[in-house]
């Protein structure tokens, strides 16, 4: 079946400029993440939704930053007033509960952002 | 909470060796512990995982350990090829609760042909 899609997949903005970035987990899944990645680093956690749960907002690096989700269907991760250190790929990720209630993350190709 | 090391940061092996790389975590309730592949210009792709009710899980010429007593758990690749080459990322997450995936820095692997 369809995994998870993001778009767009590349995005360039002058600083200052305000984006939207999107993603469409798979059908079913209850839990959507956003990720930032910076180049050649690891992942860092931005903000987390489950259900119709309040979301966990705890990794977004300033008020810039914010995110909605409609339901159990798409994402938007929306980036205010773009600086230069917002330069990254975004990643989305979604899953769902398991048997003996594990979560496996499936994630969407990426989103690059490049800032100038 | 939870922090993830992952060890070491690159690797390079020449093809039909085995890599290892090893990950530790700190929170005890941690017992899913999932692998990631991260080929370049696309998002990473879960190859296997390992439940804290075993202690070793294997998938062709992939395996994962588990050493719960020591908080460490590791990904074994034999007979490596070219197309192994990729970022790895380990991660740790108590099971049940939906969030809390922890993610390693990441292992930059190269297969040499």
């Known amino acids: 079946g369809a995994g998870v899609s993001q778009s767009p997949s590349n995005k360039v903005t002058e600083k200052g400029k305000d984006v939207e970035l999107r993603c469409d987990p798979i059908?079913?899944?209850?839990?959507l993440y956003w990720y930032r990645q910076r180049l050649g680093q690891g992942l860092e956690f931005l903000i987390y939704?489950?259900?119709?749960?309040?979301?966990?907002k705890s990794g977004l690096p300033s008020d810039r930053f914010s995110a909605e989700r409609t339901g159990e269907s798409v994402s938007t991760l929306t980036i205010q007033r773009t600086q230069q250190e917002d330069s990254a790929v975004y990643l989305c990720?979604?899953?769902?509960?398991?048997?003996?209630?594990?979560?496996?993350?499936?994630f969407g190709p990426g989103t690059r952002l490049t800032v100038t | 909470g939870e922090n993830v090391e992952q060890h070491p940061s690159t690797l390079s092996v020449q093809e039909g060796d085995s890599a290892v790389i090893k990950c530790t975590y700190s929170?005890?309730?941690?017992?899913?512990f999932p692998w990631y592949k991260q080929e370049l210009g696309k998002g990473p792709q879960l190859i296997i995982d390992?439940?804290?009710?075993?202690g070793e899980k294997k998938d062709q010429r992939i395996a994962v350990t588990l050493n719960k007593t020591a908080k460490h758990f590791s990904l074994h690749i034999t007979e490596t090829q070219p197309e192994d080459s990729a970022v790895y990322f380990c991660?740790?997450?108590?099971?049940?609760?939906?969030?809390?995936?922890?993610f390693g820095k990441g292992t930059r692997l190269l297969v040499k042909p």
């Open positions: 990720a979604s899953s769902t509960r398991l048997a003996g209630g594990s979560y496996e993350q499936y």
């Open positions: 059908s079913g899944h209850t839990a």
């Open positions: 939704f489950q259900g119709n749960s309040a979301p966990d």
């Open positions: 929170d005890s309730a941690s017992n899913y």
């Open positions: 390992i439940r804290s009710n075993v």
């Open positions: 991660a740790a997450t108590p099971e049940g609760q939906g969030f809390s995936f922890i």
